[in-house]
């Protein structure tokens, strides 16, 4: 019985492990299959009439991405999910309730390497954000240039994924009625860079465009915290002269123009624990959402107006931090650092 027991333990934490391993890289392969394979089939091989469709469809269904696209909660529902949610574990916390007769932004932090939290809390079922906030219909803002590659398009729009652009948030936060949250992770790529083991530190001092955009929509704000999100990598930190760093200052400013991403080099563990790797830690990751911020709608809000509703923003956001930090794991000490 105990060797049973010990077994069926060994075998979740490997199911955990493939999980998490394998998450990005299918979206990669995913991602590769039309990038690559669909213009080899246009011009060398009898298939071309494969591409021409897979275009044709995607130019066609242009819009669907910023008009809420078609959700599944099949897809949202699935195993893997559950795996990677336990491998950590990830939890959903809420301060309080969410009422289906508004719409809102949730501006989440930080970004973290990879934004696990914020991921599985509210772009899958795998923490119950339809149990903890009913009548409640969760969307994740991500960079406009995924949602162009088709396949990677399909999953990611039957998910909630949405991209963080004017036309769909104020499609979603406007003309599809109310009871909507989208989750916009500010701090963006830039944010990364700064996300380490120890550190609370936010680009969110010229963020204001998320303020602004709840104000044009009268959508309210509601601050949330992932605690642990910067704990499950290790980034390091090159000296001045490395190799590293001369291609970080040659190409960075040239990769970040065409993709909007900045470089990190970072590590975690590998498929054994103790090991070196890029798998995250196995350290708790806890989304703590917290009370909704009323906004008035202004079509066109002032810079007065967007300054001083980013003010009470961020003082929301430090009373949030400084109530759970204990509770989740980060020192009393630990001090919410706002760039």
């Not at 979740?12 to 394979?37: D, H, K, N, R």
């Not at 007065?304 to 009373?319: G, S």
Request: net charge positive; with cysteine; charged share 15%.
């Amino acid at each position: 019985m105990v060797m049973a027991f010990v077994s069926r333990l060994d075998v979740q934490e490997i199911l955990q492990t493939l999980s998490v391993m394998l998450w990005i890289p299918v979206y990669v392969f995913l991602g590769a299959i039309p990038v690559f394979v669909l213009p080899y089939f246009l011009v060398f091989t009898k298939f071309w009439a494969l591409s021409v469709i897979t275009f044709a469809w995607l130019v066609y269904d242009w819009d669907s991405h910023s008009q809420g696209g078609r959700r599944s909660d099949c897809i949202r529902k699935w195993t893997i999910w559950k795996y990677i949610k336990d491998y950590f574990p990830i939890k959903l916390v809420k301060t309080h309730d969410l009422s289906p007769k508004h719409n809102y932004i949730i501006a989440s932090h930080p970004h973290g390497i990879l934004s696990y939290g914020v991921f599985i809390n509210c772009a899958t079922e795998a923490t119950g954000f339809a149990q903890i906030f009913p009548g409640i219909t969760p969307f994740v803002g991500t960079l406009e240039g995924i949602l162009w590659i088709p396949i990677v398009r399909e999953h990611l729009m039957s998910m909630g994924v949405c991209p963080v652009s004017k036309m769909a948030l104020e499609y979603l936060l406007t003309a599809k009625g109310s009871g909507n949250a989208v989750t916009i992770v500010v701090g963006g790529a830039a944010e990364a860079l700064l996300c380490r083991p120890g550190a609370s530190t936010l680009h969110l001092k010229r963020r204001k465009g998320f303020v602004k955009m709840a104000l044009k929509t009268g959508a309210y704000l509601i601050p949330s915290y992932s605690f642990g999100e910067n704990e499950v990598y290790n980034q390091e930190t090159f000296p001045e002269g490395t190799w590293l760093r001369f291609f970080q200052k040659t190409f960075q400013s040239t990769i970040k123009k065409i993709l909007n991403l900045n470089f990190c080099t970072f590590h975690g563990r590998g498929l054994t624990r103790g090991s070196w790797g890029f798998l995250p830690f196995n350290r708790p990751i806890t989304t703590v959402v917290g009370e909704p911020l009323p906004i008035p709608k202004i079509n066109r809000p002032n810079k007065e107006t967007v300054d001083k509703y980013h003010t009470l923003y961020i003082n929301a956001l430090r009373k949030l931090f400084d109530q759970y930090k204990v509770q989740y794991g980060l020192p009393e000490t630990q001090e919410l650092t706002i760039i």
